[in-house]
């Protein structure tokens, strides 16, 4: 089965409940991504504003045109796709890339990091854009940001739950939306997997939305409340993290690691408005030298979230800074 036909059948399954009483207004972005807003009885719809990450090889298909209904839209994805290859052309249906079989192993998770995690799986390699100083990464030699060919082709297999991209981070700005695409196209041909995203740069969660598995779960790392320049290097402030991360309605984690020297009322604000399902807390296990919070502190932040209701998790790399308090 073609990669195409999994993004369908969620198109259709998710929003299609009543398609001739809706109007559509398809855009073309970037090259890569078109965007459905869709509106019913003449006023736009703002909550079930949709975007469809399509491969940019379906664009030319599909009606540029405003006014259009769903169902054209969705007819005309549907001839292209189940058109023979030959007619299509090379596009995103016909690339070798998109079929299973592929000869790469997927990692098995190991080391400090999610025990519910079973794998690990690196399609874009290469050196992470947000340059942290604590980045574990830059003990490797790590070469241009790139989109591995062999682990696109990767049999992700079932029921595992593989954390996409533990090695650079690839909702970046400088990754292609096209590369995102391929990723989550191999994804969605996998679709009894669970997944795992995480960033530091939720803004691009946005924008490829609803590309993702239904089985996703989706993270940002915030290790305070406060912006620390030379050590964030070029990831967004904190504060856009949030305000990005809290537009997001899906399952949602937090992870604060290394944990920075914070503001205990500022970080819980931030907490309250993402609303997290699981919060992780870890500190830096690699002696960085970074701003760390008193034990105290870091007791008083567990406090208060144990006292709010979340579910958290504390890594062991915590007790060097708490020296066993919490
Ligand atoms: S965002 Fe993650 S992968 Fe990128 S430099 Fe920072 S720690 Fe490393």
Known sequence: MKVGDKV???VSSDYIIS??????????????VVTVTVKRNDSWYAIKEIDYSVPAAWLHEIPQSSGGTITMFITALQSFVTRPAAERGRGAGDDPRYYTGGTMPLRKSAGNMYS?????WNPIKGKCFHDCTYCY???YPLGELRLDE??????????????????????????????????LNACLNHYHNKYLWQTKNPKRFLEFKSGFPENSIFCIT???????????GNAPTPEKRVESFSRLYNPRMITIEPILDFDLHDMLEMVETIL???????ADSKGHHLPEPSAEKVDRLIIALRDRGYYLTLKSNLKRVTGGIT
């Open 8 to 10: 369908l059948l969620k």
């Open 222 to 232: 915030l290790e305070s409340n406060r912006h620390y320049p030379k050590i964030m």
């Open 137 to 139: 990464m830059k003990q």
């Open 150 to 183: 062999r682990e696109i082709k990767a049999d992700l297999g079932e029921g595992n739950f593989i954390f996409v991209g533990s090695g650079t981070d690839i909702f970046a700005e400088n990754v292609p939306g096209h590369w995102i695409i391929d990723v």
């Open 276 to 282: 997290p399902q699981q919060i992780n807390i870890g």
């Open 19 to 32: 398609p001739d009483s809706w109007e559509s207004d398809v855009k073309k972005l970037d090259n890569t």
């Open 116 to 120: 519910f995690v079973t794998h690990t």
